[in-house]
Structures are given as structure tokens and as C-alpha cells.
């Protein structure tokens, strides 16, 4: 199987060259050149998320070394609990996806990225730096993943007081082969001073990106949505449909190549926050890139959501990729609304981004949609203690990984947000 650019300009790679490289030379992003379409038979006998996944990403690892890793890798990947659960209302569901180390979703993505690329590194070749730019989540899974990882380093660009308190401590308390380096600037600023880096490093210095656009982080993804789907298929034999908080639509984009493989998907409903750029466009106006407003859901502060390009270019055509997914947007007063009515419940309450799907799921019963549907939940409700706590009027228990974390001393570099303060930086680092 090969890889092509979204901008069609680059040559097609193979996998490990696509997931090494990050973005293609003509600045698109790789995508599989075809997509095989697998029937429910071809998963009769895998039944736990780590086979379901292997069985699922085989194709893409056809005829290649890694190919006999694959099944390890997936075991490695998708190894922490994935329940989905059923909620009060028949036909609602949760599939919960904030059993990794660090509490959030991209822990699944950012441990199979880290375990294929241990794999595909010379035994004797040069300390690789993954660069990682976050506006709360990606930087602490990447770093978990990564982490005393022989061969590697990584270094973490955050935009200075925009995320959590607890994310800020996450990331500085790692140490050992993580940088965190906290800029004094917006996460855009973050994004572009990566970009410039991977641009302008030769190649005695291999860094590589882990940001949402890496095909190491898409693909496992795929698995979730997968082994959910073909369970409840199994048991009732019927599709399942998924609301699913959106920013960068990195997990959005997996379960519409899950269901393009022909996984017993039904619809697609993507939740936004108040950065409604997706909302707009599925309603039926143009894709208008904005700048980033900051809200309570920041996993998803997100104007222009780098998946996108890649969307458009599975579907070719922007009328059917509108019938494909449809999108909401739900605001900070909404998400407060829902994660205070959830009080009531005896499951811990939803983080922000979840609550944006609760809300979205609650709006589509209103309107009389009776499908099978399961809120993706994105993260943990205690990484975001200081916003749900007051809502709540309780505390929210800390889950070990992360108390451990938050127990340990927690440091960080500030660096002004110029493109030449991360370069010289990281030359600094390669001469230790
Ligand atoms: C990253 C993140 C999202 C958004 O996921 P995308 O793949 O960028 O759409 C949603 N919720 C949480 C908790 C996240 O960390």
C-alpha cells in the first residue's frame, strides 16, 4: 500500500516514510492511496480492540518489515480499558476513551506512533527529537508514550497560560527525556515555530512532528470505532452511529475511514465548541478558517482544523461530503449547563469536550432521531477539576496516573515565540 499527498504534488511513500515525514513535501497530508473495503467476516474471530485494530490496519502494513510487529504494536497501543457503557436513555452509549496514562484519547494514537517508530529506528541511529506542539492534551500523551523511550526526546511547545493549570504541571513533571518549553504566545504561534523547525533541520538532526496530523496517530484510532461498532453489531445487530467532540478531526476522520472500510457505522455527527468553523460549513456556507477563540473545551479550540484537507479529499466533492457528517456547535454557557445537570448522575461527570457531544446527542433526540448512538467521551472529567469542581459542588476523584504526576515537581523553559528561539534551542540540545 502506498501513500499519496492530499495535494497530489508529492511523490507516494511508503507507510514508514509517511508516519517519519510527518507532512508531504508539497505541504499536504498522506493519505492511503486506496481504501479496502473488509466484510464482517474478515472479523469473525478477533474479539478484543487490540486484534480487532491489527486485523483492521493489516492491509496498510502489507509486505513490509513492520508487518510482523503489527499485532505488538497494537497490543502496546490500545492496551488500556475501552469501555462502552449504556446510559440512561435505551440506544445511548458512552465509549469511553480516558483509561490511558494520561486521561485523554490521544494516549491511543501517541503510544502506537511511539511504539512503530521505536521499531523502524536503526538500532545504532542518532537520538530522534519528536517535536510536539499542544494546546492541552497531544504534548502530556506524546511525552507519556515517549518517555524513557531509548533513542528518543521530546520536546513540548505550550502556549504560556492558555491551558489548564493541571495540563501545565502534566507536562513540566515528566523530565528525563522531555522538554517542555512554555511560550509566551498563542498556540498558532506554537504550531508554526514546529513547522519551522522540521523545515530547517538537516539531516544530522532528525526531528519528526506528532501532531494531529501524523498517520501514526489516525490509524490506530480507526480500532476504537471499529471494535465498538462490530460489538453491538454482534449483539444487536445493528449499526452504531457516534457523536464525536471535534477540533482538529483527527478522531473524527478515523471513524469516517473506519466506516469507509466498511465497519457497521452509521452517522458521523462531529461536536463542536464555540470555534464553529466545521458547524458553518456542514450547514451549507464555505470553509472559512478562523482564528482560535478560547473556550472551555480548549482540547478543541481549533479555527482551522488541519484534517479537513483530508476529508475533502476522501469525499472529492464538497455536496457529498456534507451528506456524509453534519456538525453543532455548543457554547461555554451549554457545556456549564450540561456538565451541572450531569451532577445528578451517579458516573462521574463529563469533561468539557464531552459534555459538547452530550448536548449534541440530547439535540438530536429532540428532533426524533432514534438511531444507536455513543457519545465518544474524549477525556477524563479530572484533568479538568477547576472548571467541573464548582460546577459539581464536589471534588472529582483523581485517577492514579495522573496524581502521580501532579505529586512530582514540575519545571519549564519559557521561550519567546520566535521561530529562531526553538531552533537555537534545539542546536543547544544537540550538542549536549
Ligand atoms: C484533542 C482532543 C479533542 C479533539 O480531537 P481532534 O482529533 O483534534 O478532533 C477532543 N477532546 C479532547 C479531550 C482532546 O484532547
Known amino acids: 500500500m502506498r501513500f ?9 511513500v511508503s507507510l514508514p516514510q509517511a508516519i517519519a515525514a510527518g507532512l508531504a513535501a508539497d505541504g499536504g497530508l498522506y493519505m492511503p492511496q486506496h481504501l479496502p473495503v473488509l466484510n464482517l467476516r474478515h472479523f469473525r474471530d478477533v474479539q478484543t480492540p487490540p486484534a480487532v485494530t491489527a486485523r483492521l490496519l493489516e492491509p496498510f502494513f ?42 485523554a484519547f490521544k494516549d491511543i494514537g501517541a503510544r502506537f506512533l511511539a511504539a512503530s517508530l521505536a521499531r523502524l529506528r536503526p538500532p545504532a541511529g542518532a537520538l530522534q527529537t519528536i517535536l510536539v506542539a499542544t494546546s492541552g492534551d497531544t504534548g502530556a500523551a506524546v511525552a507519556a508514550a515517549f518517555y ?31 522538554l517542555a518549553l512554555c511560550v509566551e504566545g498563542s ?15 538537516g539531516p544530522d538532526r532528525p526531528l519528526s512532528s506528532a501532531n494531529s496530523i501524523s498517520l501514526g496517530r489516525l490509524l ?24 464525536i467532540p471535534t477540533g482538529n478531526l483527527g478522531n473524527a476522520l478515523a471513524c469516517v475511514l473506519a466506516r469507509q472500510m466498511g465497519l457497521p457505522i452509521g452517522k458521523i455527527v462531529l461536536a463542536t465548541n464555540a470555534n464553529d468553523v466545521l458547524p458553518r460549513f456542514f450547514a451549507g456556507g464555505s470553509y472559512v478558517p478562523q482564528t482560535s477563540q478560547p473556550t472551555l473545551a480548549n482540547a478543541m479550540d481549533v479555527g482551522a482544523p488541519s484534517n479537513f484537507e483530508r476529508l475533502r479529499w476522501l469525499y472529492g466533492d464538497d455536496m457529498l461530503l456534507r451528506r456524509g457528517l453534519s456538525a453543532y456547535a455548543v457554547s461555554d454557557a451549554v457545556i456549564r449547563e450540561v456538565i451541572k445537570a450531569s451532577a445528578t448522575h451517579t458516573a462521574p461527570p ?18 426524533g432521531d432514534t438511531r444507536d448512538y455513543a457519545v465518544v467521551a474524549t477525556a477524563h472529567a479530572a484533568k479538568f477539576a477547576e472548571v467541573i469542581e464548582p460546577l459539581v459542588g464536589h471534588a472529582i476523584d483523581t485517577p492514579s496516573p495522573l496524581q502521580q504526576l501532579l505529586s512530582r515537581p514540575t519545571e519549564s523553559e519559557p521561550m519567546i515565540a520566535q521561530d529562531t528561539a526553538l531552533q537555537q534551542r534545539l542546536l543547544r540540545l544537540a550538542a549536549h
Not at 503489527?70 to 469511553?96: F, H, K, S, V, W
Not at 520536546?155 to 515528566?174: E, K, N, S
Not at 498556540?187 to 533541520?201: E, P, T
Open 148 to 178: 524513557k523511550v531509548p533513542g528518543f526526546r521530546v520536546v513540548i511547545l505550550y502556549p504560556q497560560g492558555r491551558i489548564a493549570p493541571r495540563q501545565a504541571h502534566q507536562l513540566g513533571a515528566f523530565g528525563e527525556n522531555v
Open 350 to 367: 463529563p469533561c468539557p469536550h464531552t459534555a459538547t457531544a452530550l448536548q449534541v446527542l440530547s439535540q438530536l433526540r429532540k428532533q
Open 220 to 243: 490506530p484510532q480507526m480500532g476504537y470505532y471499529a471494535w465498538a461498532a462490530l460489538q453491538h453489531q454482534r449483539e444487536y445487530q445493528r449499526l452504531l452511529s457516534f457523536v
Open 62 to 103: 502489507a509486505d513490509l518489515p513492520l508487518q510482523a510487529a503489527l499485532q505488538d504494536i497494537c497490543n502496546e497501543a490500545l492496551q488500556q480499558p475501552l469501555p462502552l457503557r449504556t446510559m440512561d436513555t435505551p440506544g445511548d452509549y458512552l465509549l469511553e476513551l480516558f483509561h490511558g496514562p494520561t486521561l
Open 4 to 12: 499519496v499527498s492530499t495535494r497530489g504534488q508529492a511523490p507516494a
Open 187 to 201: 498556540f498558532d504561534d506554537c504550531q508554526r515555530m514546529v513547522k519551522s523547525a522540521l523545515q530547517n533541520a
